[in-house]
């Protein structure tokens, strides 16, 4: 059974930068996908970003592409989202979500594994 746990959230000020952490434990781990998506109150739960396991592969949400970096530690089974340029609309709970198919998607119900979120608050 894999596990996901996110870490690295927290009050920021308007244009400051957070790094977040999912790290993934288990016997064995091996996705296809690796996702960001977050949930602001009272909203929909929503794509950020996915990057393949196995490959370079990376997509991006319009609202975050050119803020938002997703990357990956193949030897850590660890994924992270640097938020850069943060606004106060980035304020959500962000949670980190693992696909086992090899082609990309954006929805959450395509991913099957969830961590417990991690918030993020933007002050302006």
């Known amino acids: 059974q894999v596990q996901l746990v996110e870490s690295g959230g927290g009050l920021v000020q308007a244009g400051g930068s957070l790094r977040l952490s999912c790290a993934a434990s288990g016997r064995t781990f091996s996705p296809g996908f690796m996702g960001w998506f977050r949930q602001a109150p009272g909203k929909e739960r929503e794509f950020v970003a996915t990057?393949?396991?196995?490959?370079?592969?990376?997509y991006y949400a319009n609202s975050v592409k050119g803020r938002f970096t997703i990357s990956k530690d193949n030897n850590k089974n660890t994924v992270y989202l640097q938020l850069s340029s943060l606004k106060p609309e980035d304020t959500a709970v962000y949670y980190c979500?693992?696909?086992?198919?090899?082609?990309?998607?954006?929805?959450?119900?395509?991913?099957?594994?969830w961590g417990q979120g991690t918030q993020v608050t933007v002050s302006s």
């Open positions: 990057i393949r396991w196995g490959g370079d592969i990376t």
């Open positions: 979500a693992a696909r086992n198919a090899l082609i990309l998607s954006t929805q959450a119900m395509g991913f099957a594994t």
